[in-house]
């Protein structure tokens, strides 16, 4: 089996800050990109911020600014440091990787967390 676990979601005030860990486990060779997504009932899945394997990130255009997002690849670990947080922030986010089998370790394929609830205040 392999997991990728969220944790550090919570509720905080317009203007605060949070920051979200994902830790991948099980039987994987390798990790390839990993990314944040939020998704909001009724509305469509966006993107947050992917990372490569080499560190380069890329983020969607209303976090820019504010939300950096980093990795630790002895620890199989993506993070996402928020920000100046806003209530249109506010969803679940949930946690992408790209991971490399060990029953296929020339193609990467996606995994999901189970995702972590950010609610931001007024």
């Known amino acids: 089996q392999v997991q990728l676990v969220e944790s550090g979601g919570g509720l905080v005030q317009a203007g605060g800050s949070l920051r979200l860990s994902c830790a991948a486990s099980?039987?994987?060779?390798?990790?390839?990109?990993m990314g944040w997504y939020r998704q909001v009932p009724g509305k469509q899945r966006e993107l947050v911020a992917t990372?490569?394997?080499?560190?380069?990130?890329n983020y969607g255009d209303t976090v820019k600014g504010r939300f950096a997002i980093s990795r630790d690849n002895a620890k199989n670990t993506v993070y996402l440091q928020m920000n100046s947080l806003k209530p249109e922030d506010t969803g679940v986010y949930y946690c992408?990787?790209?991971?490399?089998?060990?029953?296929?370790?020339?193609?990467?394929?996606?995994?999901w967390g189970q995702g972590t609830q950010v609610t931001v205040t007024s």
């Open positions: 992408n990787a790209d991971l490399f089998l060990r029953s296929d370790p020339w193609t990467s394929q996606p995994w």
């Open positions: 990372i490569t394997s080499s560190g380069n990130p």
């Open positions: 099980g039987s994987f060779f390798s990790i390839n990109a």
